[in-house]
């Protein structure tokens, strides 16, 4: 298999994983899905919050209760972080 072959490989099987998460996300009352839900234009993130819970407090119970590994703020960015 040609790398361009493995490379649309990976990005469909992303794209059906990311689909099945938002699918399953979107059932759950008081959950919010940010961002673009086609799976055509969308990367493999999710990015959601439900209402009540502080994103620490998500992303804590996912890892501890589901093995489920998040970032939960602007890590990347932490000039956004500055007023």
Known sequence: MDSRARIDEIRNHMKKLSQALVDGLSSLPG????????????????SFTVNGMRVSQIGMRL?????VLSRVGL????????P
């Open 31 to 46: 959950l919010k899905i940010y961002g673009i839900r086609d799976p055509e234009r969308a990367v493999a993130i999710v």
């Open 63 to 67: 890892d501890e209760e589901y093995g």
């Open 75 to 82: 890590h990347c960015a932490p000039a956004a972080h500055k």
